[in-house]
């Protein structure tokens, strides 16, 4: 199986003016697609392990022979985390807030929405260098936020990801050069709540 960049839901200007059409083009044309080419040429002498999801090569990362697992798990990293945070953005005036099950148990797990925000916000602005915040459950259905570095997914941590923001500075710079917290700030403008609500409805 050839990993290949996922389609695309929306045009690159769809998420403006919170995110602009050069840096998603850039992003997702020269960034995710070169972590796609990393990850297969890695795998290319190892027939057994193009037959696994990249879900399934980064849950069982020791499996991997070490003289690619390192590889592995960066361009697998970075192309699972993008595959995932492409579908957890929608189109700018559409973001809002959660609603149904996912609004129920983040009033739960933080006090209310408003709680959560804060939370996510102060985590993904305090994070040193690059990486991703994660809102994720744990076995139990328990949400929590964790912030983790480089392309390190949840998968590894037996957690399953709900919502996610890129603090990649290539995620933001070319609009928002080092104001990490305007970045953030504008995310929340463009969630795909019905996205996560269905990551985490199908928890049960």
């Known amino acids: 199986m050839k990993h290949e960049l996922p ?3 929306y045009d690159y200007g769809a998420l403006e003016p919170y995110i602009d059409a050069m ?3 850039v992003h997702y ?7 796609v080419a990393k990850l297969n040429d890695a795998l290319k002498d190892y027939s057994e392990l193009q037959e696994k999801t990249v879900e399934d090569l980064l849950s069982d990362i020791s499996a991997i022979p070490e003289t690619i697992r390192q590889t592995v798990k960066n361009n697998g990293g970075g192309h699972l985390n993008h595959s995932f945070f492409w579908l957890a953005l929608a189109p700018a005036g ?7 099950k996912l609004a129920q148990a983040l009033c739960s797990a933080f006090g209310n929405f408003e709680k959560f925000k804060e939370e996510l916000s102060r985590l993904a602005n305090n994070f040193f260098g690059s990486g991703w915040a994660w809102l994720a459950t744990d076995r139990s259905g328990n949400l929590r936020t964790l912030a983790l570095s480089n392309h390190e997914t949840p998968l590894t941590q037996g957690l399953k990801p709900i919502l996610v923001i890129d603090l990649w500075e290539h995620a933001y710079y070319l609009k928002y050069q080092n104001r990490r917290a305007e970045y953030v700030t504008a995310w929340w403008s463009v969630i795909n709540w019905i996205q996560a609500s269905k990551n985490f409805e199908s928890l049960d």
């Open 29 to 35: 044309d020269k960034h995710h697609q070169g972590y």
């Open 23 to 25: 840096t998603m083009q």
């Open 94 to 100: 559409k973001g809002g807030e959660p609603s149904g």
């Open 7 to 9: 389609l695309l839901l």
